[in-house]
């Protein structure tokens, strides 16, 4: 069993940048691979980010590539999202996810609770 706590969000305005940290108990962290994911109102949960267990393959979303950037610290149990140039439409719930397989889509097997990021125009 794994437990992970998403924290970092908040309210900026367009082009500025947020990082989000996702602290892991339980189970090795080093030995699962890592999603960040989000959902905005209405819409369904979309893939954002991920990261091999060793750090060393990182995938990104269309969307946010350029502007996002996944890490992992194993030491710490954690793993980031850097977020620049923030745009009104990366408003939404943000998620982090672990899994022993690394995946680009929402089929992980466990889940963080999630933590609100707010891009004013």
């Known amino acids: 069993q794994v437990q992970l706590v998403e924290s970092g969000g908040g309210l900026v305005q367009a082009g500025g940048s947020l990082r989000l940290s996702c602290a892991a108990s339980?189970?090795?962290?080093?030995?699962?691979?890592m999603g960040w994911f989000r959902q905005a109102p209405g819409k369904e949960r979309e893939f954002v980010a991920a990261?091999?267990?060793?750090?060393?393959?990182?995938y990104y979303a269309p969307s946010v590539k350029g502007r996002f950037t996944i890490s992992r610290d194993n030491a710490k149990n954690t793993v980031y999202l850097q977020m620049n140039s923030l745009k009104p439409e990366d408003t939404a719930v943000y998620y982090c996810?672990?899994?022993?397989?690394?995946?680009?889509?929402?089929?992980?097997?466990?889940w963080g609770q999630g933590t609100q990021v707010t891009v004013s125009s």
């Open positions: 996810a672990a899994d022993t397989l690394l995946k680009v889509h929402g089929d992980y097997d466990y």
């Open positions: 990261i091999s267990w060793s750090g060393g393959g990182t």
């Open positions: 339980g189970r090795t962290f080093s030995s699962y691979a």
